[in-house]
């Protein structure tokens, strides 16, 4: 793609991305007229959520990288933002209540910097080869979206990764379509959809060999990365 194609196509998405939001916010704030029984956008209501998605769409249109225009849009949309010292305290008591929930679960908690890593391998969370998550899982994903409502103002990024058996084009719909199904999970169990991003990667980002067994045990997992909303 050049660097022309790109610019356009990153401006259709901008535009796509703010005609939604209009329909989102204005669907969102109507009311009955109780003598005329028309729909009409309610003035307390709709004054707010319009408010909040002129912020959402100043926010896209920030220039920069995508993360800082999904920071920019979150925090114009009314999600609370961290700053300075306020940040690491913020994830340190994140991490502290995700080790508690998830301890005995299976799912490792790795800290990066202000970034948490939720590993949750693929053996204890989706039958072979699909892409449901297993009910018995279901009560660990509870505990992950009750830390996740709590500390609400960070992004939640859910990547799928597969090992390399098989052709690449299964693998990596496959690691999409986990991805999705754990982020569609925790959605229903409130977490603002707003702070969600899904990404499959196939077998492209290997954490051990394919060569053996237990090393493609390993690379099939999904990834829930955690990571503060900041202001500017």
Not at 156 to 177: P, V, W
């Amino acid at each position: 793609m050049t660097c022309e194609t790109r610019r356009g196509f990153d401006s259709m998405m901008k535009k796509l991305a703010l005609v939604a939001l209009c329909a989102t916010y204005l669907s969102a704030c109507t009311t009955t007229d109780p003598y005329t029984g028309q729909q009409k956008v309610s003035n307390t209501t709709g004054g707010a959520a319009i408010g909040a998605g002129l912020g959402a769409l100043a926010g896209l249109a920030v220039g920069g990288s995508p993360v800082g225009r999904r920071n920019a849009a979150l925090i114009g949309a009314g999600v609370g933002a961290l700053a300075g010292g306020a940040i690491g305290n913020y994830m340190d008591q994140q991490e502290s209540e995700l080790r508690a929930q998830l301890q005995g679960t299976g799912i490792s908690v790795t800290r990066a910097g202000d970034r948490i890593i939720l590993n949750m391998p693929s053996n204890i969370t989706f039958p072979t080869d699909q892409d449901q998550v297993l009910p018995g899982f279901y009560p660990t994903l509870d505990s992950v979206a009750i830390v996740l409502n709590k500390f609400n103002r960070t992004f939640i990024d859910i990547n799928g990764h597969t090992d390399s058996t098989g052709s690449l084009a299964h693998n990596q719909q496959l690691s999409e379509r986990r991805a999705a199904s754990v982020a569609n999970y925790i959605g229903g169990r409130g977490v603002d959809q707003r702070r969600i991003s899904t990404m499959g990667f196939g077998p492209s980002q290997p954490v051990a060999s394919n060569a053996t067994p237990d090393g493609r045990a390993q690379n099939r997992r999904v990834e829930i990365q955690i990571a503060p909303i900041t202001q500017g």
